[in-house]
């Protein structure tokens, strides 16, 4: 069966600082992997998604940025946090189009 | 007008009732349509999964979907204190675009 696993689950960083999110997806060949920022009250924001190796599309403009170094793991990274980056991280994997599947989550506080 | 309009609650109802959480769409391109639950602090994970209109039932749980009015439920009879958690509706239109509600909590009290 896939799983999906994304570390760290909790993240406290100072603004400025890097930032570095890592999602590894088992159980399956060529996913789609996705990042998503979930903010109260706002839903989910999809912020990159790949569908294979140095593939990567970035849905919203901002400081964060993505890569594919592996097939299965989607680092999500950052060279200076800002306090909006905020959030609850979401990694999803899908293989058709449609049904994705979430990890866990990583919910990063800036300070 | 955002693609996926959901009640954002809180609702909350005793243990037994009938739970009704709902979404309205934009797109009548949308042909996937999900339910996602979602603990405090978790992932979301899925619930429920239907690409055609009607009704889809799982255990406790219906799914219904109207595309002529661009309606989409989550029905949960009998709801448990463990059905507490943020209901997202999700809708896709089969091109790598998927769409969320902003999610419906819900509260079951016991």
């Known amino acids: 069966s896939q799983t999906i696993h994304q570390w760290p689950a909790t993240l406290v960083q100072p603004v400025g600082s890097p930032l570095s999110l890592e999602c590894t997806v088992e159980g399956t060949s060529n996913p789609n992997l996705y990042w998503y920022r979930q903010a109260a009250g706002r839903g989910l924001q999809l912020l990159f998604y790949s569908i294979g190796i140095d593939q990567i599309s970035s849905e919203v403009p901002q400081n964060l940025s993505a890569s594919r170094p592996q097939d299965r793991q989607f680092i999500l990274s950052s060279k200076k946090l800002l306090l909006s980056d905020s959030g609850f991280y979401l990694c999803a994997w899908s293989v058709t189009t449609d049904t994705q599947y979430f990890g866990p989550g990583t919910r990063l506080t800036v300070l | 007008q955002k693609e996926v309009e959901q009640d954002p609650g809180p609702l909350s109802v005793p243990e037994g009732a009938i739970v009704s959480l709902n979404c309205t769409y934009s797109?009548?391109?949308?042909?996937?349509f999900m339910w996602y639950r979602q603990y405090s602090r978790k992932g979301p994970e899925l619930l429920m999964y239907?690409?055609?209109?009607g009704n889809k039932e799982d255990g406790r749980f219906t799914a219904q979907v109207d595309k002529s009015s661009k309606y989409i439920s989550l029905f949960i009879r009998d709801s448990q204190p463990s059905d507490s958690a943020t209901y997202l509706c999700a809708i896709e239109t089969g091109a790598n675009n998927l769409f969320f509600g902003t999610g419906t909590r819900l509260t079951v009290i016991p």
């Open positions: 239907t690409y055609s209109s």
């Open positions: 797109n009548s391109a949308f042909q996937y």
